[in-house]
């Protein structure tokens, strides 16, 4: 064993002492003339100002502007191409991708030969997508500022970063702004997204057929919708933040078996989370705040343990349409509810008596919202008089038994400037 271990090193040693730190001036050519001459290991530092090229790397090697230098596309293509593992491109500013869907033109393209990839501190403007993981394992991108095309309609623009088939990828701490998609991923597993920060955008981040990932401590503000979480098993939604998000902050449809705790939701003008065909999920510990609806349940969803939560003035904290009785609570604990006229006369901090945040004429306008015309009627009043004196003519629908006196506590970072 001593001696196998023995000839690795040797073997090794050799291709270290070959590696280099090449100077790449920007002129034309230059960059593309260090490539064909670069051996493994080496570092490419490319000067201050802009080196015109679309490139492809294809060896192990350092790509390094500083901060200071550019590189442009022609237009056409990914600005990068990284087809060789243990790349690392930092320091750049990278555009000029082409328009192309179909090849997916990015300012870097990942490809399945490009395990362990690294893009980091770079500023990735004005391309179709900004990273495309496309099959490579382990890659990390993270610390970049990514900027799409804002002269494209939102559905025409491409994602931020593009996770596909890349078990492993981590997206770190990177700003994105004007895309499709601030993280779009479709059939990849173990992924962590995690500490991003997402603006003017469709979906924050968008889960299809990823299972066993993690969302962790991004921030998502005013885009369409925050988190959605599709077709995928066993993902942890953890301590996220999404601040006037339109549609939905968080949303799991078809998704099963995940975790969605200490996350807060703020100021949606739709739902702050809608949950449909989503089973086997465990909410707990989250703040939805401010919200046209704070959760939208629907009935095809089942066995979701929901408690420890504050639902925080929403205009209408729970829509469900079901005719079985859900209890919201479990081991003597249920949520917090913002509307509920709670006493505890023993200070336990559970309330003395259960909250329902729905009666049968809810349902009805629900279901038939013509019948708003009617909500001044007696007739309606009487109904929902006697279904809060009587609860057992209550049809089925969603009941806390264990109310929580007091809300759970969300701090929101420092924002800056959030425009």
């Known amino acids: 064993m001593l001696r196998l271990g023995l000839m690795t090193a040797l073997l090794i040693w050799p291709l270290a002492c070959l590696a280099d730190e090449r100077y790449v001036p920007a002129e034309p050519g230059a960059l593309e003339t260090a490539l064909g001459e670069a051996q493994d290991g080496d570092i490419l530092r490319l000067a201050p100002g802009t080196h015109f090229a679309s490139i492809v790397i294809d060896r192990p090697l350092t790509l390094d502007g500083d901060g200071e230098a550019s590189l ?7 600005v990068i191409t990284v087809s060789a593992p243990d790349v690392t491109i930092r320091g750049l500013t990278i555009k000029g991708s082409g328009s192309s869907h179909e090849t997916i033109d990015s300012g870097v393209k990942l490809d399945k030969k490009a395990k362990g990839a690294v893009v980091e501190d770079n500023r990735i403007i004005e391309n179709l997508h900004g990273v495309d993981i496309h099959g490579a394992k382990n890659a990390r991108v993270s610390g970049n500022l990514i900027i799409g095309r804002k002269d494209h309609r939102m559905n025409d623009r491409g ?87 339109a549609e939905h902050g968080v949303m799991l449809n078809y998704a099963n078996q995940s975790e969605i705790r200490s996350n807060l939701v703020r100021d949606g003008k739709n739902r702050c989370v809608f949950l449909y065909n989503a089973h086997k999920n465990i909410v707990d510990g989250n703040r939805f705040e401010r919200c046209a609806i704070g959760i939208h349940f629907t009935a095809g969803s089942e066995r979701n343990a929901i408690t420890g939560n504050a639902f925080i003035g929403n205009r209408t904290q729970v829509k469900y349409v079901g005719s079985r009785w859900v209890d919201w609570s479990a081991e003597g604990r249920g949520n917090h509810w913002s509307d509920f006229a709670a006493y505890d ?56 038994s264990k109310p929580l006196m007091r809300p759970v506590e969300i701090t929101v970072p420092d924002l800056g400037d959030a425009s």
Do not use: C
């Open 159 to 245: 994602n931020g970063v593009y996770v596909w088939n890349a078990p492993g990828a981590v997206v770190d701490g990177n700003d994105v702004r004007w895309g499709r998609d601030g993280i779009f991923v479709n059939t990849s597993k173990k992924n962590k997204f995690t500490n991003n920060r997402f603006r003017n955008l469709r979906f924050a981040v968008h889960y299809m057929y990823a299972d066993d990932s993690e969302v962790s401590g991004n921030i998502s503000i005013g885009n369409d919708l925050g988190y959605a979480v599709m077709f995928s098993k066993r993902v942890r939604v953890v301590g996220n933040i999404s601040i006037g998000d």
């Open 345 to 400: 006369i023993n200070g336990d901090g559970i309330a003395d008596a259960p909250y329902r945040p729905n009666d049968s004429m809810d349902h009805i306008l629900w279901t038939q919202p013509a019948a708003k015309l009617l909500l001044g009627a007696p007739a309606v009043q009487l109904v929902r008089w006697a279904q809060s004196s009587f609860p057992a003519l209550l049809p089925g629908g969603v009941i806390d």
């Open 72 to 78: 442009e596309g022609s237009g056409t293509g990914s």
